[in-house]
Structure formats: structure tokens, C-alpha cells
């Protein structure tokens, strides 16, 4: 268990959640959780991710037509 700081001074908290963007359905993803203020947080590796498959997704829906 890894743990960060958040910009509030609280302790982030990493654990694995489900996860769901836009409809979209992620699976179980490691999500950081403020203890303080509940901020979430997810890693660069993780959002990139996410972005990624969100803009697949867009594509998809264009070449369907
Ligand atoms: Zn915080």
C-alpha cells in the first residue's frame, strides 16, 4: 500500500475500486482517496489509460457510420 500527500495536507489512501467514466466501465482500478478533504486521485499511468480507451471509443462510434 502505497502513500501520497494530498495539496490539503491529508493522506491519500490507494485502493483497488471499480471504476466508471462516462458510462464506461473500467474494471477494478487503483484510486487514491483523501482522507481530509476525499479528493480522488488516480495515477498518470491509469488516467492515460482512461483517455485512451475514451478516445478509442469516440472513434469507434465515428466508423460505425
Ligand atoms: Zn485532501
Not at 466508471?20 to 484510486?31: A, H, M, P, R, S
Not at 480522488?40 to 466508423?63: A, D, P, R, V
Amino acid at each position: 500500500m502505497k502513500e501520497s500527500l494530498c495539496i490539503c495536507g491529508g493522506h491519500v489512501v490507494w485502493k483497488k475500486e471499480p471504476v466508471k467514466i462516462k458510462g464506461k466501465d473500467f474494471g477494478e482500478l487503483e484510486v487514491g482517496r483523501c482522507d481530509r478533504c476525499g479528493a480522488k486521485f488516480l495515477h498518470n499511468k491509469t488516467m492515460n489509460m482512461i483517455e485512451h480507451k475514451l478516445k478509442e471509443s469516440q472513434e469507434g462510434n465515428i466508423y460505425e457510420y
